[in-house]
């Protein structure tokens, strides 16, 4: 089973708009990952934030951790055609030590 | 400095017939990972190897085999395939803290099982 779902499943968007996806998980987590995918390609690590940390920004990207929630958010700012990917949480639980992944939000931005 | 490179790209396969998927990484880590993803989903682990001759299950082992050659290479097989099994397969390494370290992936493998 997928510990954090990513919502939405899909988004369209045109470029310089900006794109926020959502992961939600189930279980207590040492740390949550974002990763991007490009078609056909591996995955590709974004940034992490860490449990004790609320916000987390990476030059376009920001990122947002809501423990109480279970929830995170990934923002990318003033969009880009080659941000066109899919996007995939990835989280590591408090009694665990590997990435577990969700299913991923596919992002589609529009010259 | 390749990274994480997998060999082949593409596979199709009967039914009952059966290969190894070969990865190797030149970034001295010392965990390396099997995934597997179906399309539309996320990655699920098929086994990972925490250092040098030591591995270990991960969500969805069934029907898979793997081996920690040395500290570069880890490989997987397929005993005998089945349709299931179609996926796109993803090679990882990361360094020694599986929990916290950045996960490097390869481009992947396609397989085809009929």
């Known amino acids: 089973s997928q510990q954090g779902e990513e919502d939405p499943q899909a988004l369209s968007i045109q470029e310089g708009e900006n794109a926020t996806m959502n992961c939600s998980y189930k279980?207590?987590?040492?740390?949550l990952q974002w990763y991007r995918q490009n078609s056909g390609r591996g995955l590709v690590h974004l940034i992490l934030i860490r449990s004790n940390e609320r916000e987390k920004h990476s030059g376009r990207l920001r990122v947002t951790l809501d423990t109480s929630k279970k929830s995170s958010s990934l923002l990318i700012t003033a969009s880009r055609a080659a941000d066109t990917a899919s996007y995939f949480c990835a989280t590591t639980p408090n009694a665990g030590n590997m990435l577990t992944f969700g299913g991923g939000t596919r992002l589609m931005v529009k010259p | 400095n390749a990274g994480v490179t997998q060999t082949p790209k593409f596979q199709v396969l009967k039914t009952g017939q059966s290969m190894t998927l070969q990865c190797a990484q030149d970034m001295n880590h010392n965990s390396m990972y099997w995934y597997r993803q179906d399309p539309g989903m996320g990655l699920r682990l098929i086994y990972y190897?925490?250092?040098?001759?030591?591995?270990d299950k991960g969500e969805v082992p069934n029907g898979y085999n793997v081996s920690r050659l040395n500290k570069r290479e880890f490989s997987l097989r397929l005993e005998s395939a089945a349709p299931s099994q179609t996926s796109v397969y993803f090679c990882a390494s990361s360094g020694a803290r599986p929990s916290t370290d950045t996960q490097y992936f390869g481009p992947g493998t396609r397989l085809t099982v009929l």
């Open positions: 190897s925490a250092s040098e001759g030591t591995t």
């Open positions: 279980t207590s987590i040492n740390n």
